[in-house]
């Protein structure tokens, strides 16, 4: 047999795969003893409330969708209210008193020893986006109601320095109402009344979904939702990262600096509703085209804004150089009337959400995209009206909680995986939180979760089942240190 260079190079291959496999395959036994040392050490570290529980609650809750074959939950849908029920029993079962507020938010609260001290409050959202992933807000709710469960069964629940009190946040997602933190802001004290007139695509206000679930809001008790700022400590939240610092840097946990701040626009473009197959093309007046070229126009000015803000008209160059860096802009949402394929439509709209950490700068971008949006709209014979939906400014995180998340952090990765090193990341938010609307309340501090690849958003979305663990494990921690 003559053996030519190539097979040559494929025995070479064949040994190099072999001894691979080889190498691998004693690196997994060694890690499956390794693993089994480890357990007996970390059957302590609660795995079975705080891993185990909490990933099949993970699931459980990710089926409870208003829609079939993907996940959707939007603000008091019928699948929120059963997932609002399913909460509030592992609340109860976590030992907390429980009960559901004017805006649909579900609250489990136990006082400790001192039940006038300032209560620490956890939260995140049990609403999603449509075809969501099932820890986008679960994870923040079920991680800190294990974290108590472990309290609970410890014995030191009824024990804590101040009361601890979890909120299950109705709305944060804005998909219904294109208005976020409905439930959030109430608690806050920030949402305006106006809010219970704002309509779903059916024409349904916030008041009378509520009202549909038997809750009566009215002006006066959504008032009353409102915390005394001088009943609350201050309140923290555990979220997957949505993006994918924390994977690069091989990390389970990291602390959260600030949270970008985001606008959301709707933009209705009106024209000559006609017939696609008998108007010219020089006759049209064709808000699909305009909107269309709205759209470029909104990459172009996010991608560069340098080149579109004036410095002296806009904003100063600090705004202009963090904007180049931070800015992002999104269309997420279009429709047209009538929608059929051979009718040039009479009304397109569409929205618009914009996020930078620099709220000088974002306002700069919204005033010249406006100024550019109605320049395209007469030159094109169209009409176009901008509302404007929703505005949170941007959020720094406390340095205190944010310092004694990142110690408990730390600690419960070094518990999970021993050596950890010395730095725990603090990263930007480009994701919007319930954190925003908490903190015109109290201080705020957060903690991320890898998530695999930084997908949200997404069904792909995921956590891995022992980095759950590891922020239960840090709620948990933390909880020890700073209530008990
Ligand atoms: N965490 C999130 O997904 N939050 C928001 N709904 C957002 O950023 O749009």
Same mark, same amino acid.
């Given at each position: 047999?003559?053996?030519? /260079?190539?097979s040559?190079?494929?025995s070479r291959?064949?040994?190099?795969d072999?001894?691979l496999?080889?190498?691998?395959?004693?690196?997994?036994?060694?890690?499956?003893?390794?693993?089994?040392? #480890?357990?007996s050490g970390?059957?302590?570290?609660?795995r079975? +409330?705080? &891993?185990?529980?909490?990933? #099949?609650?993970?699931h459980?809750?990710g089926?409870?969708? !208003?829609?079939?074959?993907?996940?959707?939950?939007?603000?008091?849908?019928?699948?929120?209210?059963?997932?609002?029920?399913?909460?509030?029993?592992?609340?109860?079962?976590?030992?907390?008193?429980t009960?559901?507020?004017?805006?649909?938010?579900?609250?489990?609260?136990?006082?400790?020893?001192?039940?006038?001290?300032?209560?620490?409050?956890?939260?995140?959202?049990?609403?999603?986006?449509?075809?969501?992933?099932?820890? !986008?807000?679960?994870l923040?709710?079920?991680?800190?109601?294990?974290?108590?469960?472990?309290?609970?069964?410890?014995?030191t629940?009824?024990?804590?320095?101040?009361? +601890?009190?979890?909120?299950?946040?109705?709305?944060?997602?804005?998909? &219904?109402?294109?208005?976020?933190?409905?439930?959030?802001?109430a608690v806050?004290?920030?949402?305006?009344?106006?809010?219970? =007139? +704002?309509?779903?695509?059916?024409?349904?206000?916030?008041?009378?979904?509520?009202?549909?679930?038997?809750?009566?809001?009215?002006?006066?008790?959504?008032?009353?939702?409102?915390?005394?700022?001088?009943?609350?400590?201050?309140?923290? #939240?555990?979220?997957?990262?949505?993006?994918?610092?924390?994977?690069?840097?091989?990390?389970?946990?990291?602390?959260?600096?600030g949270?970008?701040?985001?606008?959301?626009?709707?933009?209705?473009?009106?024209?000559?509703?006609?017939?696609?197959?008998?108007?010219?093309?020089?006759?049209?007046?064709?808000?699909? *085209?305009?909107?269309?070229?709205?759209?470029?126009?909104? #990459?172009?000015?996010?991608?560069?804004? /340098?080149?579109?803000?004036?410095?002296?008209?806009?904003?100063?160059d600090?705004?202009?150089?963090?904007l180049?860096?931070?800015?992002?802009?999104?269309?997420?949402?279009?429709?047209?009337?009538?929608?059929?394929?051979n009718?040039?439509?009479?009304?397109?709209?569409?929205?618009?959400?914009?996020?930078?950490?620099?709220?000088?700068?974002?306002?700069?971008?919204?005033?010249?995209?406006?100024? =550019?949006?109605?320049? +395209?709209?007469?030159?094109?014979?169209?009409?176009?009206?901008?509302?404007?939906?929703h505005?949170?400014?941007?959020?720094?995180? !406390?340095?205190?909680?944010?310092?004694?998340l990142?110690?408990?952090?730390?600690s419960?990765? /070094?518990?999970?995986?021993?050596?950890?090193?010395?730095?725990?990341?603090?990263?930007?938010?480009?994701a919007?939180?319930?954190?925003?609307?908490?903190?015109?309340?109290?201080?705020?501090?957060?903690?991320?979760? &890898?998530?695999?690849?930084?997908?949200?958003?997404?069904?792909?979305?995921?956590?891995?089942?022992?980095?759950?663990?590891?922020? *239960?494990?840090?709620?948990?921690?933390?909880?020890?240190?700073?209530?008990?």
């Amino acid at each position: 047999m003559t053996i030519t /260079k190539q097979s040559c190079l494929s025995s070479r291959r064949f040994l190099f795969d072999y001894l691979l496999l080889f190498l691998l395959s004693t690196a997994a036994l060694a890690s499956i003893f390794s693993d089994d040392a #480890e357990i007996s050490g970390r059957n302590d570290l609660f795995r079975e +409330i705080l &891993r185990d529980e909490a990933v #099949e609650r993970l699931h459980e809750l990710g089926k409870v969708s !208003d829609a079939d074959g993907y996940l959707e939950r939007t603000f008091m849908s019928p699948a929120s209210v059963r997932a609002g029920n399913i909460i509030r029993g592992w609340m109860e079962d976590a030992g907390l008193r429980t009960w559901v507020d004017k805006m649909g938010n579900v609250h489990g609260r136990v006082e400790g020893m001192n039940a006038s001290a300032e209560a620490l409050l956890i939260g995140s959202h049990l609403d999603t986006v449509v075809d969501a992933g099932i820890f !986008d807000g679960s994870l923040g709710i079920i991680t800190a109601l294990s974290a108590l469960k472990v309290l609970n069964i410890n014995g030191t629940l009824g024990k804590l320095r101040r009361p +601890i009190e979890v909120i299950a946040f109705s709305d944060e997602e804005g998909v &219904r109402f294109h208005s976020t933190f409905l439930g959030s802001a109430a608690v806050a004290g920030i949402l305006p009344s106006t809010a219970l =007139q +704002i309509s779903d695509k059916r024409g349904m206000t916030v008041q009378e979904v509520l009202k549909k679930t038997s809750i009566e809001i009215t002006e006066e008790n959504l008032l009353q939702l409102k915390y005394d700022p001088k009943s609350v400590w201050g309140y923290i #939240e555990v979220h997957i990262e949505q993006g994918p610092a924390l994977e690069w840097l091989g990390l389970p946990l990291g602390i959260v600096k600030g949270i970008a701040g985001q606008t959301r626009l709707k933009v209705i473009v009106r024209g000559s509703q006609g017939h696609a197959g008998t108007v010219p093309m020089s006759m049209r007046h064709d808000p699909m *085209a305009a909107a269309a070229e709205l759209m470029v126009l909104l #990459e172009s000015l996010c991608k560069h804004p /340098k080149k579109f803000l004036n410095y002296d008209v806009h904003c100063n160059d600090i705004s202009v150089e963090s904007l180049s860096t931070s800015l992002v802009c999104t269309v997420g949402e279009i429709s047209a009337w009538p929608n059929a394929s051979n009718v040039i439509p009479g009304q397109v709209t569409f929205t618009v959400d914009l996020r930078a950490m620099d709220d000088m700068g974002r306002e700069a971008v919204i005033y010249e995209l406006s100024y =550019q949006i109605y320049q +395209i709209c007469e030159k094109r014979s169209v009409s176009c009206i901008i509302e404007r939906k929703h505005d949170a400014n941007a959020v720094i995180c !406390d340095s205190e909680l944010s310092s004694n998340l990142k110690s408990a952090a730390y600690s419960a990765s /070094k518990k999970m995986i021993g050596e950890v090193r010395d730095e725990m990341p603090s990263l930007m938010s480009g994701a919007g939180h319930d954190a925003m609307a908490m903190y015109h309340l109290t201080k705020v501090g957060m903690l991320f979760v &890898r998530c695999r690849g930084g997908i949200s958003h997404s069904p792909a979305e995921h956590v891995l089942d022992d980095d759950v663990w590891a922020a *239960a494990l840090a709620i948990l921690d933390f909880l020890e240190t700073n209530v008990n």
